[in-house]
Each structure stands twice: as C-alpha cells, then as structure tokens.
C-alpha cells in the first residue's frame, strides 16, 4: 500500500513553545488529508481536514489559532501547535487519501506513523 | 456530524473462538465503513472495509456485515489466535471523507 509518513516521532517539549508536525505522502499526491488526536487508551479523534491549497476546515470544538494547518503541497500538510501545554500531549495521527487516476482506482486513506508529543 | 458507537469496549476470548464487535452510525449518508486494527503506540491498520452497496464481505478469518436499514455494521473475527489481540476500531465516512471513529474495543485472545 502507499505510504505516508511522520515526523518527527515524538517530541518533548516546554510548555508555552510551539511544536511542528510533518505529514508527507511519499509516493501519491494528496489533495486532502486529515489530522487526527489519540488520548491514552481513546479513540482517534479527527480535528481538521487539510487542503492543499487552501484553508484547513476544523472540527466543531478545535481551535483553528492554536492547531494551525498548513497543506502548502500536494504531498505536505503540517500540523503547529501553539503555545503548547501539557493537556495538549497527545498522540497525533494524520491520514492521507489516494484517489487513483482512472475508474479502476480504489479511492482509501492511509495512516502516518503518528507522532507523541509531551508536553512538559 | 456523524456519531459512531461500537461495543464492546473490551472484550476477552479464548484462542479458536469467534469474536464479535458492533457499531452503529447515526448519518444515513454515510457510504463506508473501515475497520482499523491498532497495535500500542502504532498506527491504525485497515483490516477489512465494507461499502454501503454490499452487505457482507469476507476475507479467510475476518467478515464485515452491514445492515443499511438500521445503521449498524458488525466485525466478525474467526478462529482467534493470540495475534489477533489489539483494539480495534470501526469508523464511517461519506465518500472517503472524514473518518468517525467508534471509541474502540480491546480485544484479547487468550492462548
């Protein structure tokens, strides 16, 4: 399957710096992705849909100013979060969807690697 | 938006027999439904999805159902093996859009 990647890993941070995500499609272009927040031992839950091209639209309840999402490529999307606290240590997954040229394509969205953030 | 419940939220079996996970969705325009397996600190993975033009879909241990009518879909795992215990989780999506995820259910298969 395509691949989509993360970085970095995990980071640990102080609280009131700003942390930034990468999440890169390494061999399809993706016109949208997702980002994604999993607290311990939760659900996956979505909080923005990224565009390439333009403005990230948010989920009820997610502060756009604080998670700022920029999709500046069709295989880029960055997640910032700002001034960062400690309830916002999370594990952050981004999904990425292939829409396949031709009608034998099969339109799937595949996972990052996830990164953890910790923030101290 | 659309509301995904899946339960159990734990659920423990012995290796051999078969386990069952439900969820049900309350948008009706929802049109796929993915089942993600997900190892601790690992990314989600897709083991089976069903779209909502088919009602059943198999593949060798692992079988979806959906039922339209009601907005339930339900994952049937056979002939569990130790491998198989993770959380797994179902969601819903319109065309491929947004996932919703239901909150999970830890499966263990005991040896």
């Known amino acids: ?120 | 938006g659309e509301n995904v419940e899946q339960h159990p939220s734990t659920l423990s079996v012995q290796e051999g027999d078969s386990a069952v996970i439900k969820c049900t969705y309350s948008d009706s325009a929802s049109n796929y439904f993915p089942w993600y397996k997900q190892e601790l600190g690992k990314r989600p993975q897709l083991i089976i999805d069903i779209r909502s033009n088919v009602g059943e879909k198999k593949d060798q241990r692992i079988a979806v159902t959906l039922n339209k009518t009601a907005k339930h879909f339900s994952l049937h795992i056979t002939e569990t093996q130790p491998e198989d215990s993770a959380v797994y989780f179902c969601a819903a999506s319109l065309n491929f859009n947004k996932f919703y995820f239901g909150s999970g259910t830890k499966l263990n298969v005991k040896p």
């Open chain 1, 1 to 120: 399957g395509a691949v989509v990647s993360q970085h970095p890993s995990w980071v640990i941070c102080k609280s009131g710096t700003s942390v930034k995500i990468e999440c890169r499609s390494l061999d399809f272009q993706a016109t949208t992705m997702f980002w994604y927040r999993q607290f311990p031992k939760q659900s996956l839950m979505l909080m923005a849909t990224s565009n390439e091209g333009s403005k990230a639209t948010y989920e009820q309840g997610v502060e756009k100013d604080k998670f700022l999402i920029n999709h500046a490529s069709l295989t880029l999307s960055t997640l910032t979060v700002t001034s960062a606290h400690p309830e916002d240590s999370s594990f952050y997954i981004c999904s990425a969807r292939q829409t396949p040229e031709g009608l034998a394509g099969v339109t799937t969205q595949y996972f990052g690697p996830g990164t953890r953030l910790t923030v101290l």
